[in-house]
């Protein structure tokens, strides 16, 4: 299994606005704004902005009297005041919620939650924030909408620019306002996760070297030979260096192993736990073999593709392994094997009974127009959805494009859920987030709205304002072109 | 307006020339018509109605029926130059050792209008340093500047970013070399002092002797002289044993190493791609401060500069680009970007948009189609004269007529935004270089 060591404490009934919970809470938001005056908005309308008042000036400590001796000493001020003026300002969102969910902790309803600088800082009935000329408060009304983590696509196609992201990605790019307007906040780029922020490279990578790849596969059988023989050889010296620090206790002169290098440091890592392995394996053999080396070697393992994981659902989740799984896929079953083959629409449903964490990425993992309609990652909740239909829980399928999918990148402690500390990354719908109708309304990425369906040509025109019953859109192709 | 001064001056060798013109644009201060316009040795000295007085001594140019504005410039061209392209770090190469004014048919340009160009290096990267020089004129006269502005020709659409980062980490890299190597010898030279010090105590000798001796030297050298154009490298020459000698700062960062620094005229022109590639170089730029920038906005790829137009105007950012009504990418929705980069603050210039005489020709008409769209006359006719010439950094010689003002002016049958006018006459340094033949 995926380790959970990465993630947040969090205490549960956290958001409780009971008094036992949430005095430690607003102690620690107190200090969190400790230089800015509060107002209470919960009596006036959320969308009217209270009237600001001016921030408290900051007592300059006792001790810093101005030493006359010293003018070096106010050159330094006078840098300081400079660097503070060229400090961006506190940064604040102000989300004010219908149904939100945590993903983690359940549903709650009526909540506002507070972003600070792009992380969430409070969850609750009654929420403050500072106002005044040092710090930027945004404001959304969300209430009537649903709220949910900002969904993680495990591998990202062309809605980021390339290795890194941070330094080759479009920031208005077509195919990233698509996959904002999808729901998607996260997605992996070469082998690096990041962010899809709109309009800025401030914040992007979340982390870098995701997996190493292994190739294992049936088909290359001298490939296979010699995964083996570099993990037994790092298995190998592993124990070497083991056996060279006991040896050290006892006699000082004890030679240090080697260090490996290049791909063998690559192996030696894995097994010590440190890089998880992602593999290409579809077939059911294919799995098992991968499953017996994950145990024999105790390294953990993303089996990507998986289709045939339904039959050996056991093994696989007795090996530890995580897998990246499309519900949608077919595999034509072979009669003449005299076993179970090809895919099956419950496979993400038996992999669930079994305890196998699985994310879900649709057939293409990119954004495109040719082909599969509805079957890139503009769709990635209806892959979900899919799943669904083959007899996975709901909230299942939202944990493998949310916080099951952060978790199988390592990124879990940041991404996927709604949590205090985490980043504030939101998509706000107008509906289930698994419903054929829902489209996302708003997309937050770091605390800033970076999708308004009301402003992006793409859906403006569909449902406006999340209305269900409302009549067909009354246009046409054309007029959206600008052709009257 | 009345020059008497310039009656008494009448008497000595100075040329003068005066433009009686139907029409003078000076586009820095008010329009006259008719007006006047009075050159002293290719500089104008005067200009205002048709009033002004001017010595009896001065050659008069009857232009009653033309408009008189300043020459056009092209801020960024490779107008008749070779192929000589390189990619990665090149501050050291100049471009204006790839021009020979004698192989470049300038003929297209002058008919336009265009009267100066910064001549850009080739290639990816930061392939060099742009000149300035004139399309026409006395030989001697036709080099404006060596160091119209360092040229980053990064593409980052393939991935090139790392090539700006790590030339200003490398110019940051020798800067700190040259600080090092400088505390090391001050270090040296304290040492050196007290020891010396030391031994004249012990021979008994006064201390006062020593004012003479290499010890004061130090204090002097410690304050390097600051080259005074950009681009030339801070040689400091070994004259005594007891002088401080930096070691030489890397040539093809030189360029860099000023913009860091902030030499006086330091800049860069950085071509942009796309709207993205903005936040690319602010990235980029954050951990230095201030780097002297000006920006080429490229349509080739794609158009979607509207999303950064305010960022643009608020740092009041020098522009260039093509003379366009843009299109929302995606969509047919048209927008006049030169007009609202303009209203936001920025300094617009705007580039033909290839390098053919017919698009020289077509500029003012493009403009027109601008200024019909919202754009102001005012900022297109600067997006023409003064502001490409600020570009090439010589925006307190040409781009204007007042006084001080080099005189390369372009004389036109008509409004110089209406369709039909064409270029009359073009003057250099005061001189007709170039008359369009009667039809």
Redesign the interface.
């Known amino acids: 299994m995926i380790s959970q060591t990465n993630k947040p404490r969090l205490r549960r009934n956290a958001f409780a606005c009971s008094p036992r919970f949430a005095l430690p809470y607003s102690v620690a938001v107190a200090a969190l704004f400790a230089a800015a005056t509060f107002v209470r908005p919960d009596s006036v309308a959320l969308a009217v902005a209270p009237s600001p008042l001016p921030a408290a000036e900051e007592t300059p400590p006792a001790d810093a009297k101005k030493d006359p001796e010293a003018p070096a000493k106010d050159d330094a001020k006078a840098e300081e005041d400079k660097k503070r003026k060229k400090k961006k300002k506190d940064r604040y969102l102000v989300l004010k919620c219908g149904t939100l969910h945590t993903v983690t902790e359940g549903d709650l309803y009526g909540m506002t939650v507070l972003a600070k600088n792009g992380k969430i800082a409070r969850i609750g009935r009654h929420v403050d924030w500072p106002l005044g000329d040092d710090v930027e408060v945004a404001e959304l009304d969300a209430s009537g909408f649903h709220v949910y983590p900002g969904l993680v696509a495990v591998s990202g196609g062309n809605l980021l620019g390339g290795e890194p992201p941070d330094d080759t990605t479009d920031v208005y790019g077509l195919t990233m306002t698509i996959g904002l307007a999808a729901g998607i906040t996260t997605a992996v780029s070469g082998n690096t996760a990041a962010k899809l922020t709109f309009g800025g490279v401030e914040d992007m990578t979340v982390k870098r070297d995701l997996f190493f790849t292994l190739a294992y596969s049936s088909d290359n059988p001298e490939g296979r030979y010699n995964v083996r023989k570099e993990l037994e050889k790092a298995r190998q010296h592993v124990r070497d260096v083991q056996a060279f620090h006991e040896a050290k206790k006892t006699d000082p002169k004890a030679k240090e192993p080697e260090k490996p290098k290049g791909q063998a440091e690559q192996y030696v890592k894995l097994i010590r736990g440190e890089i998880i392995a992602s593999s290409d394996a579809g077939a059911a053999q294919d799995l098992l073999d991968i499953a017996e080396l994950a145990r024999r070697y105790g390294f953990r393992a993303v089996v990507r593709g998986a289709h045939e994981a339904w039959i050996v659902a056991p093994q696989v989740s007795r090996a530890g392994l995580s897998a990246v799984i499309t519900p949608r896929s077919t595999v034509m079953r072979d009669d003449r094997l005299n076993r179970p083959n090809g895919s099956s629409i419950e496979n993400a449903a038996i992999l669930h009974q079994h305890g196998v964490p699985f994310a879900v990425i649709p057939q293409i993992s990119s954004i495109t127009t040719w082909g599969l309609a509805g079957r890139d990652l503009l769709h990635l909740n209806m892959e979900a959805a899919f799943a669904v239909r083959g007899g996975l829980p709901e909230d299942a399928a939202i944990r493998a494009i949310t916080i099951d999918a952060a978790r199988i990148l390592g990124i879990d402690h940041r991404v996927g859920s709604i949590e205090i500390g985490k980043d504030a990354d939101f998509v706000v719908t107008d509906g289930d987030l698994l419903h054929y109708m829902t489209h996302s309304r708003w997309t937050i990425v770091n605390g800033r709205v970076v999708y308004d369906k009301d402003k992006e040509p793409l859906f403006e025109h569909i449902r406006k304002g999340g209305d269900r019953d409302a009549p067909p859109p009354d246009d046409y192709w054309p007029k959206r072109l600008g052709a009257e | 307006m009345l020059a008497a001064p310039l009656c008494a001056l009448a008497g000595d060798d100075a040329e003068y020339v005066v433009i009686n013109a139907g029409r003078v644009i000076t586009v820095t201060g008010e329009e006259f018509a008719p007006g006047r316009i009075v050159i002293e040795d290719g500089k104008v000295t005067l200009v205002g109605g048709p009033k002004i007085e001017y010595p009896p001594s001065a050659k008069v140019i009857d232009a009653r029926r033309e408009t008189v504005l300043p020459g056009f410039v092209h801020p960024r061209t490779r107008h008749g130059l070779a192929g000589y392209k390189r990619s990665g770090v090149h501050g050291d190469q100049k471009a204006a050792a790839e021009v020979y004014l004698s192989q470049i048919d300038f003929s297209g340009l002058i008919e336009a209008g265009y009267t100066a160009v910064g001549f850009v290096p080739d290639g990816s990267g930061i392939p060099g340093v742009a000149a300035a020089f004139r399309t026409a004129g006395p030989e001697e006269a036709r080099k404006l500047a060596d160091y119209a502005y360092l040229f980053a020709a990064i593409n980052w659409a393939d ?1 090139e ?2 090539i700006l980062r790590g030339a200003l980490k490398k110019a940051k890299e020798e800067i700190e070399k040259v600080e090092k190597a400088r505390k090391e010898w001050d270090e040296k030279q304290k040492k050196k002092k007290t020891e010396t010090d030391k031994e004249k105590n012990e021979k008994g000798e006064k201390p006062k002797d020593d004012e003479k001796g290499g010890g004061h030297a130090s204090t002097d050298a410690a304050k390097p002289p600051p080259p005074e154009t950009p681009g030339a490298a801070a040689k400091v020459e070994k004259k005594e044993d007891g002088e401080f000698k930096p070691p030489e700062i890397d040539p093809k960062h030189q360029p860099i190493v000023d913009l860091i620094q902030k030499k006086k005229g330091a800049i860069m022109l950085v071509d942009l791609e ?3 590639d903005f ?2 170089l ?2 980029v730029l954050e951990p230095y401060e201030e780097i002297a920038y000006q920006l080429y906005l490229k349509t080739s790829l ?1 158009m ?1 500069y509207h ?1 950064i137009v305010d960022e643009l105007g608020k740092r009041k950012a020098r522009v260039a680009l093509r003379p366009w009504i843009h299109y929302q ?5 048209r927008f006049n970007l030169i007009d609202q980069l303009s209203d936001a603050g920025c300094e617009v210039s705007v580039v033909p948009m290839w390098d053919t005489r017919e698009e020289y020709l077509a500029v003012r008409t493009r403009l027109a189609d601008l200024v019909r769209a919202g754009l102001s006359r005012e900022t297109a006719i600067k997006a023409l004269t003064l502001h490409p010439a600020r570009m090439i950094s010589a925006g307190e010689r040409l781009g204007s007529i007042e006084k001080g003002t080099e005189a390369d002016l372009v004389f036109m049958d008509g409004d110089p935004l209406a369709p039909f006018s064409k270029v009359t006459r073009v003057m250099i340094l005061g001189h007709v270089v170039w008359t369009a033949e009667k039809k």
Not at chain 2, 329 to 333: D, E, K, V
């Open positions: 991935k970013k790392d796309r709207a993205s936040h690319h602010d990235s794609a979607d999303h990418p995606q969509t047919t929705f």
